[in-house]
């Protein structure tokens, strides 16, 4: 082990016990992994398009080969439920062969004579090597969300995973070297150290998914180099008197969703008064129904838990529905918390103004629909939000006035490779999926040529 690598013990979030201990990387360690990646990235990226997409299709048949063994990795770090770990996984390999192919598109403006007796063209250009820094909640999605447009645009990966949930990732760099080459992604495993020496290191671009204090720092850290940012969301969904009768169960199954540590997640449930109560109502039968321990996972980690205690036993809320806990024999001890359904709440409570990142959800009457969109629109973070109604011009109106990179009509967190996802204020900016990603980690190069024979 190198004399600046330490290891760090983490946590089953089921159980609350000591699972492993990660090697931690200091800057020896993290030097040695941007410098890997630098070897290779000219090689990767003078493939034609064509090999570049061979390759990656290849990678993608080799996570989808190795299912059970990706799927048993991301519940290891996460303690999600198998449906949901397979689901991510088959996620991942449908991004890698979306932009395998995505890729293959050319997106540059069209050659040809703007200018007098000049002929120019676009060249879209890979970057170089992009530090990719992803969160716990979704350890190989957010990856695959990072890696698959940095990989099919030419760059390489230096891919640092959470502390608690390297697993995943390791299974990736293992399987790209594979099918991609060597050293085209790397993993490094680290704390939040490790993350800010990468960020120092020889990368020509960052892309950043974590708390906005995170990117706030990768901001200070990168100075005048690239950097795409997805950060945290605090979501609102707006449920009107004609809300389809589905809304309240399927608002709960979303925040109950991986414990609700997603981004995207429901968090604030904003509604008229005529209608406030059958709402709280309607949301609380329905989170009666969901339990901690039998239908979704734990919270990731002893701090995301003191997180969600800080902030619930700090608010004021008039009511407070408290679904059930049932964590299977051997795992009373881990980091379960019920979901909660809070009402009668005044506008600068904790659990409306910070994002509690779990199976919680808020309720707020508004007095009509302009008070309500701008309760929705009251908070910095910018990332997604649900209107829900049967009035299509009415609904479609407040989508257009809701301040959110990502609005749904009558659902909530639906998401599929050909859409992009990004936020907007303290929320980020960049785009994740999508065939505008590829711009995230690309750079043009205008080519002019003088035509004049004289």
């Known amino acids: 082990m190198p004399h600046d690598q330490l290891t760090v013990p983490i946590s089953n979030p089921r159980t609350g016990q000591e699972r492993l201990a990660v090697p931690v990387g200091r800057a020896a360690v993290t030097r040695a992994a941007v410098t890997a990646a630098r070897g290779a990235q000219p090689a990767w990226a003078r493939l034609p398009p064509r090999e570049r997409a061979r390759r990656l299709l290849r990678f993608a048949d080799l996570v989808e080969q190795?299912?059970?063994?990706?799927?048993?990795?991301?519940?290891?770090?996460?303690?999600?439920?198998?449906?949901?770990?397979?689901?991510?996984?088959?996620?991942?390999?449908?991004?890698?062969?979306?932009?395998a192919g995505a890729q293959r598109a050319d997106t540059a403006p069209a050659g040809g004579r703007r200018m007098r007796d000049r002929e120019s063209w676009v060249?879209?250009?890979?970057?170089?090597v992009v530090a990719a820094i992803v969160p716990w909640n979704y350890p190989l999605m957010m990856a695959a969300w990072r890696i698959a447009p940095a990989l099919a645009a030419g760059n390489t990966v230096v891919l640092k995973?959470?502390?608690?949930t390297p697993d995943t990732a390791l299974l990736l760099a293992r399987d790209a070297a594979t099918t991609l080459g060597p050293d085209v992604l790397v993993t490094l495993p680290g704390d939040r150290e490790t993350g800010q020496l990468l960020v120092g290191e020889d990368v020509d671009a960052v892309a950043f998914t974590g708390s906005e204090a995170g990117g706030q720092d990768v901001m200070v850290r990168a100075a005048l180099r690239r950097v795409s940012l997805e950060l945290g969301g605090n979501c609102p969904a707006l449920v009107l008197p004609d809300a389809p009768g589905d809304a309240c169960a399927t608002l709960v199954r979303a925040v109950t969703y991986n414990a609700g540590q997603s981004c995207a997640a429901p968090a604030r449930v904003i509604t008229l008064r005529e209608n406030?109560?059958?709402?709280?109502?309607?949301?609380?039968?329905?989170?009666?129904?969901?339990?901690?321990?039998a239908d979704f996972g734990p919270l990731n980690n002893a701090d995301q838990a003191a997180r969600y205690d800080r902030i619930l036993d700090s608010s004021r809320a008039g009511v407070d529905h408290v679904a059930d806990v049932a964590p299977q024999p051997g795992e009373e001890q881990g980091f379960w918390r019920p979901g909660r359904i809070l009402a009668e709440l005044a506008p600068d409570d904790p659990a409306v103004t910070q994002e509690v990142f779990g199976?919680?959800?808020?309720?707020?009457?508004a007095?009509?629909?302009d008070e309500a969109v701008a309760l929705a629109n009251c908070v910095p973070q910018a990332l997604a939000a649900s209107v829900w109604g049967s009035g299509a011009s009415t609904v479609l109106a407040i989508a257009d006035e809701l301040n959110a990179g990502e609005v749904w009509v009558n659902c909530h967190l639906d998401q599929t490779a050909e859409l992009p996802h990004g936020g907007r204020g303290s929320s980020g900016h960049g785009t994740d999926m999508s065939v505008l990603a590829l711009s995230e980690y690309q750079r043009p190069k205008t080519v002019t040529v003088s035509l004049d024979r004289h």
């Open 66 to 99: 190795n299912l059970a063994a990706y799927t048993q990795a991301e519940q290891a770090g996460t303690g999600k439920p198998a449906e949901e770990g397979r689901g991510e996984v088959e996620n991942c390999a449908d991004l890698l062969r979306f932009f």
């Open 123 to 128: 060249r879209w250009e890979p970057i170089g």
């Open 161 to 164: 995973p959470a502390l608690t």
């Open 276 to 293: 406030h109560d059958r709402v709280v109502e309607g949301l609380a039968k329905a989170m009666g129904d969901r339990r901690a321990g």
């Open 359 to 365: 199976p919680v959800l808020t309720v707020q009457a």
């Open 367 to 369: 007095r009509d629909i």
